[in-house]
Structure formats: structure tokens, C-alpha cells
């Protein structure tokens, strides 16, 4: 296990982000659907992590974070709902400092 990280409550953050989902989407002005499309999840799987009938994996909070946390308004809202903490935000830093590919971004 890599020391430089503490030990993450995985489900505490994944049940936070799924409660907060519809929020982040309609701050990006993107469905369900085209989100879905963009990572590659079904349409069902989303909505059940939104309505509390399916817990979020890490990968999948994971994919879903690294999407919200490009833009700016998106990313101040997870971080004042807790969903982005200093170390979590630490390595998003590190992504978007490697240029996620356009095909991900949000148009508009």
C-alpha cells in the first residue's frame, strides 16, 4: 500500500458523491445520459448510484471526479461538499496538469 497516502473512508466518499451527482450535473448543464456516454457507464448504473439502490465503486467515483474536478465550478462545489478533499485534490491537481483529453470536457 502506498505510504504517501493516509487510508481514505472509500465509502464515505463514494456515498457523497452520489447524493450530489444530480447537483454537479445540472451545475455542468450534462444528462445522465451523455455523462454515461462520456465514461462509458449505463445510464441504470448512474441513476441507481443517485438514488442510494447501488453503491459507487472507487473507479467509477473516481472516473466521475476527474470529469467534474476540469472545470471550475464543478470543482469548487465538490470541494465545499467534501467530496474533494487536500489529498484527494492533490492527485486531480496531477491529472488536469496532464491535459485530459478533450473528448471527456463538457461542451458549452
Not at 26 to 35: G, T
Not at 47 to 61: A, L, V
Amino acid at each position: 500500500m502506498d505510504n504517501h497516502f493516509p487510508a481514505l473512508d472509500k465509502s464515505k466518499y463514494c456515498r457523497l458523491l452520489a447524493k450530489n451527482l444530480p447537483t454537479l450535473r445540472q451545475q455542468a448543464n450534462i444528462s445522465q445520459e451523455e455523462l454515461c456516454t462520456r465514461l462509458g457507464f449505463s445510464r441504470q448504473s448512474l441513476s441507481n448510484y443517485e438514488t442510494g439502490r447501488k453503491e459507487m465503486g472507487w473507479t467509477c467515483f473516481a472516473a466521475i471526479v476527474l470529469f467534474f474536478y476540469m472545470y471550475d465550478n464543478t470543482r469548487s462545489i465538490m470541494e465545499t461538499m467534501g467530496i474533494v478533499d487536500e489529498d484527494i485534490g492533490f492527485v486531480l491537481d496531477l491529472n488536469k496538469k496532464l491535459n485530459i483529453p478533450t473528448f471527456l470536457r463538457v461542451k458549452g
